[in-house]
Structures are given as C-alpha cells and as structure tokens.
C-alpha cells in the first residue's frame, strides 16, 4: 500500500501545518505582552538601532513607537554638531558623550531646540571617538522621560 494514497495521510499532512501557525499565533495573542502607554513621571529606555554600529551617518533609538534619529550635521575642528529628529515633540533633551573608560560620571549638556514644534534639537560637543565612545542621552516628552545609550560608530571618520 502507498502511503501518499492514503486518504488519512494526505489529510494530516495538509491540516499539521495550518494548526501548527493557528497554535503559534494564537498562543501569542492570548499569552503575549500587550504594549502599553506611557505613563507621566515613568521613565523608559531607549534601544539603538543597528545602523548605530556602522558608519551608517545616523543612530535611530526607539522604544515602540516613541522614535529618534541622530545625525551629525557637522563639524568645525575639534567640535561637532548632533541633530536629533523626533516623530514627537520633546519637551527637553540631554545629550553627553561618555569616554571610554568613563564611571558614569560625564556631565550631559542640553541640547537646544531648532524651529518651534520641539522635534528638532541640535548640541554641539567635542568630537567623540567613533566606536569607543558612546552617547548618552535623555529626552522628555509629555511628562515622560526616554533614556538611552548609543555606540558612536555611526560617525564614521569623522577624526
């Protein structure tokens, strides 16, 4: 008898797999985190995206839909400006560059804000090093503060 001439067999090898993606997806549904808002006077963190790792010229960090972009505008010797584009408006930013090496001890500046709709801010640092140093950052939005720490390999060489 030939397996592949079985009713029965062609059936389950059909069904197993559409109720193997139903059990998947459904368990995810019921079972998964569900996101939730942000609430006033909570802070939360950042994750940087991948292009923060190569010499990409930006760094996105984001926290769900809460987004940022990082980008070097430009440089003027031993100094260099970062532009921070947001999908909202931001109350305030901090921005520090820690050395590598640092104890956490690097004192952030404000960053100020370009046009008056808050999601654009520019700060002005001293050029960092490209893959060792990171970028320390805050932003407030609606009564909630976004944190976060970003690789500085993105500027490529900019040294």
């Known amino acids: ?9 062609l059936v389950a090898a059909l069904v197993a797999p559409l109720l193997a993606l139903l059990a998947y997806f459904g368990s995810a549904y019921l079972l998964g985190e569900r996101p939730q808002k942000a609430m006033e006077g909570q802070s939360y963190p ?6 923060c790792r190569w ?11 809460f987004e940022l972009e990082l980008t070097l505008q430009n440089r003027a010797g031993d100094r260099v400006v970062f532009r921070l584009e947001s999908v909202v408006a931001l109350d305030g930013v901090l921005l520090g560059v820690a050395h590598d090496g640092d104890d956490g001890s690097t004192t952030p500046q404000p960053m100020q ?6 999601s654009v801010w520019i700060a002005e640092v001293a050029v960092p090093d490209p893959g060792s140093d990171r970028i320390r950052l805050a ?19 900019t040294r």
Do not use: I, Q, W
Not at 139 to 157: E, I, K, P, R, W
């Open 1 to 9: 008898m030939n397996v592949l001439r079985n009713r029965h067999v």
């Open 113 to 118: 804000a370009e046009g008056g709709d808050g």
């Open 55 to 65: 010499e990409s010229g930006a760094c996105g960090l984001v926290n769900n839909d």
């Open 46 to 51: 950042l994750v940087e995206k991948p292009n």
């Open 139 to 157: 932003a407030s939005s609606a009564g909630v503060l976004y944190y976060g720490d970003a690789s500085t390999a993105f500027m490529g060489g």
